[in-house]
T-cell receptor
Framework: DVKVTQSSRYLVKRTGEKVFLECVQD?????MFWYRQDPGLGLRLIYF???????EKGDIPEGYSVSREKKERFSLILESASTNQTSMYLC???????????FGPGTRLLVL | EDKVVQSPLSLVVHEGDTVTLNCSYE??????LLWYKQEKKAPTFLFML????IEKKSGRLSSILDKKELSSILNITATQTGDSAIYLC????????????FGKGTKLSVIP
């Protein structure tokens, strides 16, 4: 079974803090993705990576950065958290050439 | 800009009813369409439909891709309370693309 894990299920941070969200997959997938999910807006792609040290901007990259130093791990970084980044963050992975993405359980982030 | 629209946004039915969820898309160079089910946390994969495979079925769930109408439907027969979830439709477009463009989802509630 594909397993995608995220470091925290719930996180509360203060405005201006630096926030790290970690995602790890154990299926040797090449592609990894970060989404945020908000009511009425659906899932929106923040960043994705198709190889170690490679990254591509998604639809809403502003205010975020990512890091992929190892194939199994993809980190999302909020350099200076703001209240409008309160959201559910979902990580996903897929094998090269495969369209099906497998999702982690999500991290619900609250920025006060 | 690629666009995926799901309807209805929410739906309440009684156990045993049959439901049809809709997904329409406007994308350049369509590759495939995927359906996911999201309960409390991570979306889980249901079906992928491509230009060469336009109908899929698994138990009480089935999905059809209408390439002419640029749409897909997800049917659930004899609904159960365990079918209550958000159903997400996503489209892959563009050669070599790994990105999914998601619709906003349909929230299905099945009441006893």
């Amino acid at each position: 079974d594909v397993k995608v894990t995220q470091s925290s299920r719930y996180l509360v941070k203060r405005t201006g803090e630096k926030v790290f969200l970690e995602c790890v997959q154990d299926m040797d997938h090449e592609n990894m993705f970060w989404y945020r999910q908000d009511p009425g807006l659906g899932l929106r792609l923040i960043y994705f990576s198709y190889d170690v040290k490679m990254k591509e901007k998604g639809d809403i990259p502003e205010g975020y950065s990512v890091s992929r130093e190892k194939k199994e791990r993809f980190s999302l970084i909020l350099e200076s958290a703001s209240t409008n980044q309160t959201s559910m963050y979902l990580c996903a992975s897929s094998a090269a050439g495969e369209k099906t993405q497998y999702f982690g359980p999500g991290t619900r982030l609250l920025v006060l | 800009e690629d666009k995926v629209v799901q309807s209805p946004l929410s739906l309440v039915v009684h156990e045993g009813d049959t439901v049809t969820l809709n997904c329409s898309y406007e994308v350049t160079n369509f590759r495939s369409l995927l359906w996911y089910k999201q309960e409390k946390k991570a979306p889980t994969f249901l079906f992928m439909l491509t230009s060469s495979g336009i109908e899929k079925k698994s138990g009480r769930l089935s999905s059809i891709l209408d390439k002419k109408e640029l749409s897909s439907i997800l049917n659930i027969t004899a609904t159960q309370t365990g079918d209550s979830a958000i159903y997400l439709c996503a489209v892959v477009s563009g050669a070599g693309s790994y990105q999914l463009t998601f619709g906003k989802g349909t929230k299905l509630s099945v009441i006893p």
